[in-house]
């Protein structure tokens, strides 16, 4: 059972930047492709963004391309999501997932995910 430890959500205001961090308490992160998904209250868990094994591929969510960006360093064991130019909708809680893949998978829906985070809030508001 893999644990992962996300970091980095809080509160800024629109037009800020926030970058977030999972780490799988494991250090095991190279094993599996990644993914952040997020869910504001009173609404379905939505897909942010996803990268592969190596971090050699990724892809984010239509709309929020160009301000947000995924990225790994799988020698610190870490995942990050990049969030620029925060705009304030609901507070959501974000959250990382990991899948057991292939290293040239990449995926975008919630099924393929094993482990997940316990997530950390990001509030933007004026």
């Known amino acids: 059972q893999e644990q992962l430890i996300e970091s980095g959500g809080g509160l800024v205001k629109p037009g800020d930047s926030l970058k977030l961090s999972c780490t799988p308490a494991e250090r095991t992160a190279s094993q599996f492709a990644m993914g952040w998904f997020r869910q504001a209250p009173g609404q379905e868990r939505e897909f942010v963004a996803a990268?592969?094994?190596?971090?050699?591929?990724?892809t984010v969510a239509d709309g929020l391309r160009g301000r947000f960006t995924i990225s790994r360093d799988n020698a610190k064991h870490t995942i990050y999501l990049q969030m620029d130019s925060l705009k304030s909708p609901a507070p959501a809680v974000y959250s990382c997932?990991?899948?057991?893949?292939?290293?040239?998978?990449?995926?975008?829906?919630?099924?393929?995910?094993?482990?997940w985070g316990q997530g950390t809030q990001v509030t933007v508001s004026s």
């Open positions: 990268i592969t094994r190596l971090g050699d591929s990724n």
């Open positions: 997932a990991a899948a057991p893949a292939s290293y040239t998978s990449l995926y975008t829906e919630d099924p393929h995910y094993v482990y």
